[in-house]
């Protein structure tokens, strides 16, 4: 059973930075063809892939338009670990923020929200 579990969440002001962690027990985030994503979802709205992170024979990563360039998803073998790195926060970035993890299938770029495992999510708020 994969368990993931979310931390690092915060209230921060705008262009503040912020480091979310998401440790995994039960699998392996460096796992070929195997989505390591953060998905975030704010109040009313939709959830949306933040940041994903995948192996197939090299590291492979996918950025939410609206974050490129502001947040980083990297990855720790040894802790069994993935992060994001979020800097020049900004209002429109609050939302809860989940740690999601399961199979790539076909070509996917583990752009969309539908992985097998979850963590319990850390909210992250910014304030103007």
């Known amino acids: 059973q994969v368990q993931l579990v979310e931390s690092g969440g915060d209230s921060v002001q705008t262009g503040g930075s912020l480091r979310l962690s998401c440790t995994a027990s039960?699998?392996?985030?460096?796992?070929?063809?195997?989505?390591m994503s953060w998905v975030r979802q704010g109040p009313g709205k939709q959830r949306e892939v933040v940041a994903s992170?995948?192996?197939?024979?090299?590291?492979?990563?996918y950025y939410l338009n609206s974050v490129k360039g502001r947040f980083t998803i990297s990855q720790d073998n040894a802790k069994n670990t993935v992060f994001l790195q979020m800097n020049d926060l900004k209002p429109e970035d609050t939302a809860m923020y989940y740690c999601?993890?399961?199979?790539?299938?076909?070509?996917?770029?583990?752009?969309?929200?539908?992985?097998?495992?979850w963590g319990q999510g850390t909210q992250v708020t910014v304030s103007s």
């Open positions: 039960g699998h392996s985030t460096s796992t070929t063809n195997y989505c």
């Open positions: 992170i995948f192996f197939t024979g090299g590291k492979n990563t």
């Open positions: 999601a993890a399961g199979p790539r299938t076909g070509g996917s770029i583990c752009n969309r929200p539908d992985f097998d495992y």
